[in-house]
Nanobody, 125 residues
Framework: VQLQASGGGLVQAGGSLTLSCAASGRTFSNYRLGWFRQAPGKEREFVAGISRTGGMTAYSEYAKGRFTISRDNAKNTVYLQMNSLKPDDTADYYC???????????????????WGQGTEVTVSS
């Protein structure tokens, strides 16, 4: 599967952005999906994940209550709605996928083997 992330940009603190990641190549509903981010000089970290059916989701502590991950299997797209953005949310955001045989949500980088290019999010104070 190939992944194409979009939707990043510059936003003021307190604002919102919705990232999208479109997939192509294989049966989208067979894949668990995740969003990760990497700030300059820092390691890539988990943001949110969603199971193949969308029935299970997981969030990092900093994303809980502010970010929402969702998927539309008919459109082969996963979304990350980000609200109440903070300057600390500034990073490149990456979507990722992996074939899944259960309703498992991956929380780790090694849970995924397909990665899209990053989309840059900058939150100004």
């Amino acid at each position: 599967v190939q992944l194409q992330a979009s939707g990043g940009g510059l936003v003021q603190a307190g604002g919102s952005l919705t990232l999208s990641c479109a997939a192509s190549g294989r049966t989208f509903s067979n894949y668990r999906l995740g969003w990760f981010r990497q700030a300059p000089g820092k390691e890539r970290e988990f943001v949110a994940g969603i199971s193949r059916t969308g029935g299970m989701t997981a969030y990092s502590e900093y994303a809980k209550g502010r970010f929402t991950i969702s998927r539309d299997n008919a459109k082969n797209t996963v979304y990350l709605q980000m609200n109440s953005l903070k300057p600390d949310d500034t990073a490149d955001y990456y979507c990722a996928s992996a074939v899944s045989y259960s309703d498992y949500v991956g929380l780790q980088i090694h849970d995924y083997n397909h990665w899209g290019q990053g989309t840059e999010v900058t939150v100004s104070s």
